[in-house]
């Protein structure tokens, strides 16, 4: 049996064993976009409070392959989390033609 997405990308997992039986409510993989990046940071509370959705952000991967990377906010936290007291931060950025990878350390200004 074949198997086709409704997206292109690269395939991170396979969710599937071989002769399982699946059906259309559960998903087989998990691909990857590679035209944009997730990015996820924590920062203190009282920053946090300055920042909204649509604000802009400049990036720099820690490796230093790739500096300059401008993203934008997508959602801030509304509360701490538990391990690094921080409100978490989501942005999107990007991918640069594949330089920018999942799990990469950068640093970032709001």
């Given at each position: 049996v074949t198997l086709s997405a409704p997206i292109s990308g690269t395939i991170q997992t396979i969710?599937?064993?071989?002769?399982?039986?699946?059906?259309?409510?559960?998903?087989?993989?998990?691909?990857?976009?590679?035209s944009s990046l997730?990015?996820?940071?924590?920062?203190?509370?009282?920053?946090?409070?300055?920042?909204?959705?649509?604000?802009?952000?400049?990036?720099?991967l820690e490796s230093n392959e790739l500096s300059g990377v401008e993203g934008v906010v997508t959602?801030?936290?509304?509360?701490?989390?538990?391990?690094?007291?921080?409100?978490?931060?989501l942005g999107l950025i990007s991918s640069q033609r594949g330089t920018l990878r999942a799990g990469a350390a950068f640093t970032g200004i709001i």
């Open positions: 969710d599937l064993s071989l002769g399982e039986v699946i059906d259309s409510e559960h998903g087989a993989m998990t691909i990857l976009d590679p997730v990015i996820q940071c924590f920062v203190r509370p009282e920053v946090a409070s300055r920042i909204a959705p649509q604000d802009r952000f400049v990036s720099t959602s801030v936290g509304v509360s701490t989390e538990d391990r690094t007291r921080k409100v978490p931060i």
